[in-house]
């Protein structure tokens, strides 16, 4: 079993950046990857960004360029950096770790607006 949980989430006006948090725990022992997704209202859930366990990244196009995942093993923490954030950047952000199952965490809200 993986415990998954998101934090950093917040109100931010537009241009502003925001660094979230994926923390996981428990049975670790072989993660595929880690993935965020967003789930704006009224919409379907969508990936944001994938980090594979060869460290390497792959980012949709609404968030190439402003995005970025990071990690750190020693903490069992993937980051989500999000700059020059805009209002279309609303949603409940997710993080999806991938072993032999998936595992979610609740989300965290994420606003964009003045």
């Known amino acids: 079993q993986v415990h998954v949980v998101e934090s950093g989430g917040g109100l931010v006006q537009p241009g502003g950046s925001l660094r979230l948090s994926c923390a996981a725990s428990?049975?670790?022992?072989?993660?595929?990857?880690i993935g965020w997704y967003r789930q704006a209202p009224g919409k379907q859930r969508e990936l944001v960004g994938w980090?594979?366990?060869?460290?390497?990244?792959t980012y949709a196009d609404s968030v190439k360029g402003r995005f970025s995942i990071s990690r750190d093993n020693a903490k069992n923490t993937v980051y989500l950096q999000m700059n020059n954030l805009e209002p279309e950047d609303t949603a409940v952000y997710y993080c999806?770790?991938?072993?032999?199952?998936?595992?979610w965490g609740q989300g965290t809200q994420v606003t964009v607006s003045s």
């Open positions: 999806r770790v991938s072993t032999t199952e998936l595992y």
């Open positions: 428990g049975s670790i022992f072989r993660i595929n990857g």
């Open positions: 980090l594979r366990s060869d460290g390497t990244t």
